[in-house]
């Protein structure tokens, strides 16, 4: 199952702009599974960008559909209260992490209060992987740092235990960015040209999700389905806990905009072969679609792409539009959904499980010869450029 493109990248240079869900991961969570009629691209859209309630962004739910929503912003209150009193120093750092459909996005005293609580679970347990990389990853309004209480080694939570994973390294070089630190941010690149691996902690941070959502079952109001049958329990559980990874990405930003060789003129060459390099890495080597288009934009914006990137960016692009076109929609038949998601929580791996999947549906991994990648009807290069490529690599 892929997971979605969030929109929150699509204004960096050559990035996806890919704004449909990709399941819809969240459509299926309020319709199938919990009986909700209210509009899937509205509630995707709005948990994708978190940045309004959604019942006021939608003024015109019937009364069965608030009520329907009403029940599953309780529930999901219930859960991040239980996780907040948990004495795990995971649930209580996954319980800063619990979306919300009745907040808005952005700093607040709901954002200061879980940073408080994030801080302290990251601090009594320093060597969960888990923890960490959400603590490294927060925005820094909802990290608990404050002014008079810094955390100046935060973004190198994870990095101290893994400094051989690249992906620990992002929200390093994030925090330089916003500092504009350049030697920081020749440092954190310097980690990633090095580094062997690129781990986001994806199949355990899911699985720590799914292990939430099962010790706490949704009302029984949520698995009804509209016919009257009660619906798939653990495939709810599994569904959410991908949503809520799908919803937490690493800081990009700054990383690809420190790779931008036209807006860096000053920089090192040096600076752009460790971008290069490191994109090689996340393109060949993460477990996760996005991650792998992110590394694509770096190897462009480096312009130090060979023609093995160039196919291997390409050949990436196939497979994650023809999964997305495997991506089951009749709400009815939850059979595809189930057999999708046994396969990625069966890996540790959404490129892999998405393969596999890819497989049995008798779909080729490389794309045919003379295809190409379209944004809007328009063809894209192999790197994500907006412009018809010459002839296929």
């Not at 060597?127 to 002014?147: F, L, M």
Request: overall charge neutral.
């Amino acid at each position: 199952m892929t997971l979605p493109i969030d929109s929150r990248y699509a204004a960096l240079p050559a990035m996806p702009r890919h704004r449909d869900f990709i399941m819809p991961l969240l459509a299926v969570m309020l319709t199938s599974l919990l009986a909700s009629t209210a509009s899937a691209s509205s509630v995707s859209t709005s948990v994708a960008a978190q940045s309004t309630s959604l019942t006021s962004a939608e003024p015109s739910l019937t009364q069965e559909q608030k009520k329907s929503l009403a029940i599953t912003t309780r529930y999901q209150h219930d859960v991040e209260r239980a996780l907040r009193l948990s004495a795990s120093r995971r649930d209580q750092a996954l319980s800063t992490q619990l979306m919300h459909f009745d907040e808005p996005y952005g700093p607040g005293k709901a954002d200061a209060a879980r940073g408080a609580l994030l801080r302290k679970a990251a601090e009594g347990a320093p060597k969960d992987r888990v923890v960490q990389w959400i603590w490294s990853n927060a925005a820094p309004g909802a990290s608990g740092c404050e002014t008079r209480h810094p955390c100046p080694d935060r973004a190198g939570a994870l990095a101290r235990l893994e400094p051989d994973n690249a992906a620990a390294w992002v929200p390093v070089l994030a925090e330089a960015a916003r500092s504009n630190g350049v030697a920081g941010i020749d440092g954190a690149l310097s980690h990633m040209a090095v580094a062997t691996r690129y781990d986001e902690v994806f199949h355990e941070t899911m699985g720590a999700w799914f292990e939430v959502f099962r010790r706490f079952p949704p009302p029984l109001e949520l698995l009804r389905m509209p016919d009257g049958r009660t619906g798939d329990a653990t495939l709810l559980a599994e569904v959410s806990a991908l949503a809520q990874v799908a919803a937490a990405f690493a800081p990009y930003q700054g990383l690809v905009q420190s790779c931008q060789r036209d807006k860096h003129p000053e920089a090192a060459a040096s600076r752009f072969e460790k971008c290069a390099k490191a994109g090689r890495l996340m393109l060949d080597e993460s477990t996760m679609f996005l991650p792998r288009f992110i590394g694509r934009t770096m190897l462009r914006v480096s312009g130090l792409a060979n023609d093995e990137d160039r196919k291997l960016a390409l050949t990436t692009e196939w497979q994650y539009e023809q999964h997305k076109r495997l991506t089951p929609t009749d709400e009815s038949n939850l059979t595809p959904l189930r057999q999708q998601m046994d396969l990625l929580v069966a890996s540790d791996s959404e490129v892999e499980a998405a393969q596999q999947d890819l497989r049995r549906a008798s779909v080729p991994l490389s794309p045919p010869p003379g295809w190409w990648p379209t944004r809007d009807g328009k063809p894209l290069g192999p790197l994500g450029e907006d412009a018809a490529p010459a002839k296929q690599p």
